[in-house]
């Protein structure tokens, strides 16, 4: 009998040895609770023979919610101030919306750091952007402690907390949160959205996409668009689509299981893309002008009780000269010409059916919800990422593409797009006063993180179970940290101070929940917030402000000379009542305060160089810096930021090719879209290089003089940059080559900024999303022929050198 239990003893011992080894490896790896598994945690019985053995599942079944625990969707646009939606007072209709605000409450001073990933960061996290290491978008990323544009392993987000608790959870489109250098196949997928807590995905990982070409990635891989525009495609409704799906999916395994969807639409980020029958319902709606959409607006908002009465609305330009940023300037409504109005009018009509085109897409899943009786137990947040913005230029535009490459519209050029804005020809954005005007009554817009117009965003929130409120204002001064904290709250968990073995930086939210049931003018229980955002910067704190004034991205420093102003936000919401004069002493402490706020969370050094000085940039990769790219057909669009960096230099094309078909056509090599990029293809047995620059017409067209013909050749082409042109493109000459003879040559100009800021990548043998060129049709498959391999090169090795480096390579077999 000794020898019976010593055996047992023996065999437990290794059991339990086993269990605990093999969760310590889990662990390491992030994949299991060390306290899950234990001698202490199993309840059952173990002996020699499992029938003499009692089962205990409990050690290893996966956490479950708190019972009763809410479905959470939360919906984020982008780009939206304040005076833009209905709810609000808006003129644009958002019916999904209302519908929300009526069951729910209406938050009227929720504020956002005035740009989208650093406030995406934060409603993942809860920890302010520097924390977040998103001092500025991902592409603008900087190698500082607050700036590296890649969540820390200090910050845990809210999908990693709700999927370790119980929850599943999805995340449907827009992320801006990973890193530029991998967004790429081959790239690291440690800030992936499956690496984050999320379950599954379906989206963009960029900042912005084309509504009809989108870039679109599902799970952890990236895929083509189902269809294309002439289908009826268009991403708000692909994203809806999916969203059900999940939902759906989930529900018909795991009712009982609550969920979380981060749900962040592309709208109304540019490109403004609609269908035309939601264009069509603003026709005429914004005639009158900007400034007379400020008159209108603010009264509406005053009655909704948006705005204190009382409040006037602040200036369109409130900057000095020599501080504000010339691109960021409204035009007089009154002196612009008849068809500048037009133009102008239209370009917000876009923005408008816009909206509304994918609010209705929401409500499609709002009314699933309802009519399989979830919506009463899911918290549904309804919010915009930062103010309506200001990159359209003061004049608009019908390629958002020409801000980044700091390139000026012409009227002329956008005024050929009247009667094709929001649709796939165009990637447009409404001008500055669109900006300001749905910033009412805030000065400035996104981008700006002194003013409210900026950061000062709608918000509402319902939850028919725990909300008894019903259509509601709340006018507490919150910001975007404290989400993650109410959600916590909501659910009954914590945020860990330690994960997978590493500490957590605090929160630097606080938790909301106390306002559902408040008095609509009850104190907040936030007291104080930094903002910083491109070189601008203020501080609130207890309903005064502080603000320096320095625009943003504009390049020129001296931030120990910024002109401090004091506001107090309880009795002027509109910040136009500078009282930094009457109260030196409060604005002292202010000023003190925002410089422990900035060494608390890392914010400094501040950064206000230039959009083409932070996009533009070299960043550290993986991949060791190299002259000679080479890209073989077969493979998915390589992303713009992975991509070779042909701008602002000299650099050749070269690829092998075998034409087995006298009609061998197609595109051999594609990088960008109609709104920027270049392309090598064989059209009508002629080889044809067109650089399409900004998508301005016509086309820089390169088309051989000869016929190609069957059999194996190296094909080519070599930009040799001569000078900057007067926006600081690059000037030069092209010279297009068929087995190393020059068969066309001309002046061109190409791009000193990125194709797109996310946009199409580049392709070998097709072209995906839009095509380069009016010269063909995407995919533009390359048929009649193989390519074995396209080089590029941005060195100073001769093309001549090049061609017989691939000339050898054709004779390899």
Not at 280 to 294: I, L, N
Not at 779 to 795: D, H, M, R
Request: contains cysteine; negative net charge; aromatic residues 12%.
């Amino acid at each position: 009998m000794k020898i019976k239990k010593l055996q047992v003893l023996k065999e437990n011992s290794v059991l339990f040895f086993l269990c605990f080894l093999s969760v310590m490896i889990q662990t390491a790896y992030g994949q299991a609770d060390p306290q899950r598994i234990s001698k202490e945690s199993f309840k059952g019985r173990i002996n020699l023979d499992v029938r003499d053995s009692k089962e205990d599942w409990t050690p290893y079944l996966p956490k479950k919610a708190p019972a009763g625990a809410p479905n959470i969707l939360f919906i984020l646009y982008d780009d939206t101030g304040l005076a833009a939606w209905s709810p609000f007072g808006g003129a644009i209709n958002m019916p999904t919306l209302q519908k929300l605000a009526d069951s729910g409450l209406i938050y009227t001073q929720w504020h956002t750091t005035a740009l989208c990933s650093p406030t995406r960061s934060s409603l993942l996290t809860g920890r302010n952007h520097h924390l977040n290491c998103m001092a500025a978008i991902t592409e603008g990323a900087a190698g500082f402690p607050g700036g590296s544009g890649r969540l820390p392993k200090q910050v845990t987000t809210i999908g990693q907390i709700l999927q370790d608790n119980g929850w599943s959870t999805f995340w449907i489109g827009k992320d801006h949160n990973v890193p530029e250098q991998d967004v790429a196949s081959g790239g690291d997928r440690s800030t992936w959205p499956l690496q984050m807590g999320f379950d599954r995905y379906y989206g963009f990982l960029g900042g912005e996409t084309n509504q009809w070409y989108p870039d679109l990635v599902e799970d952890n891989h990236f895929i083509e668009a189902p269809r294309g525009p002439e289908e009826g495609y268009h991403l708000s409704k692909d994203l809806a689509d999916h969203a059900l799906e999940y939902i759906r999916d989930q529900q018909a395994t795991n009712p009982s299981k609550p969920w979380f969807m981060w749900y962040c639409p592309g709208a109304n980020h540019a490109p403004h893309h609609a269908p035309e029958e939601y264009i069509a319902k603003y026709k005429g709606k914004f005639d009158e002008g900007y400034e007379a959409y400020r008159k209108w607006v603010l009264p509406r908002m005053i009655a909704k009780g948006i705005i204190p009465a009382g409040t006037e609305y602040a200036k369109l330009n409130p900057l000095p000269p020599g501080i504000s940023n010339p691109g960021d300037e409204v035009l007089d409504w009154s002196k612009l010409k008849p068809e500048e109005k037009k133009l102008f009018s239209r370009l917000a009509e876009v923005y408008a059916g816009f909206s509304e085109y994918t609010d209705a897409q929401v409500g499609r899943v709002i009314d699933y919800l309802e009519k399989t009786g979830q919506l009463e137990n899911t918290v549904v947040i309804y919010a915009a990422d930062n103010g309506a913005s200001g990159e359209g230029s003061p004049r608009g535009s019908v390629n958002e593409n020409k801000f980044f490459n700091g390139y000026p519209d012409e009227l002329s050029e956008n005024l050929k797009y009247l009667d094709k804005l929001g649709g796939p020809d165009t990637y447009e954005h409404y001008p500055t006063g669109w900006a300001a005007a749905f910033s009412t009554p805030f000065k400035m817009f996104k981008r700006y993180s002194e003013y409210a117009g900026g950061t000062c965003d709608p918000l509402v929130i319902s939850w028919p179970k725990g909300i008894k409120a019903r259509g509601e204002v709340r006018n507490q001064f919150h910001h975007s940290t404290d989400i993650v904290p109410t959600l916590l709250d909501i659910c009954g968990l914590e945020m860990p101070k330690v994960y997978r073995g590493v500490e957590q930086y605090p929160l630097s939210g606080v938790s909301m929940r106390y306002s559902f049931d408040a008095a609509p003018d009850s104190k907040t229980s936030k007291h104080v917030q930094y903002f910083a955002m491109l070189g601008s910067r203020a501080l609130w704190k207890d309903g005064w402000k502080a603000v320096a004034l320095h625009a943003p991205l504009t390049g020129k420093g001296n931030f120990d000379k910024d002109q401090w102003e004091l506001y107090n936000t309880d009795l002027d919401r509109a910040e136009s009542n500078d009282l930094a004069k009457k109260y030196p002493d409060k604005l002292k402490e202010l000023i003190a305060e925002w410089n422990s706020e900035a060494q608390k969370n890392l914010v400094l050094p501040l950064d206000d160089r230039t959009a083409i000085e932070q996009l533009g940039r070299e960043r550290p990769s993986s991949e060791p810096a190299r002259d000679q790219y080479i890209y073989y057909p077969g493979t998915a669009p390589v992303p713009e930021g992975v991509a070779v960096n042909v701008r602002g230099r000299s650099y050749k094309i070269v690829a092998d090719v075998n034409l087995k078909e006298a009609n061998a056509s197609g595109v051999v090599f594609a990088h960008g879209s109609r709104f920027g990029g270049h392309a090598m293809f064989i059209k009508n047995k002629k080889l044809y290089y067109v650089y399409n620059f900004l998508g301005i017409s016509p086309e820089q067209t390169f088309v051989s003089n000869i016929e190609i013909t069957p059999g194996k050749h190296v094909l080519g082409m070599e930009f040799i940059r001569e000078k900057a042109g007067a926006n600081g493109e690059s000037i030069g000459m092209a010279k297009l080559y068929i087995d190393g003879k020059e068969v066309a040559s001309g002046v061109m100009r190409t791009q000193t900024g990125k194709f797109t800021l996310s946009g199409d990548g580049l392709c070998i043998g097709f072209d995906s999303g839009d095509a380069v060129s009016r010269e063909y049709k995407t995919p533009g498959e390359f048929k009649g022929g193989e390519i074995y391999g396209v080089a590029v090169n941005v060195g100073k090795i001769e093309y001549s050198d090049l061609n017989n480096e691939a000339k050898r390579a054709l004779n390899r077999d």
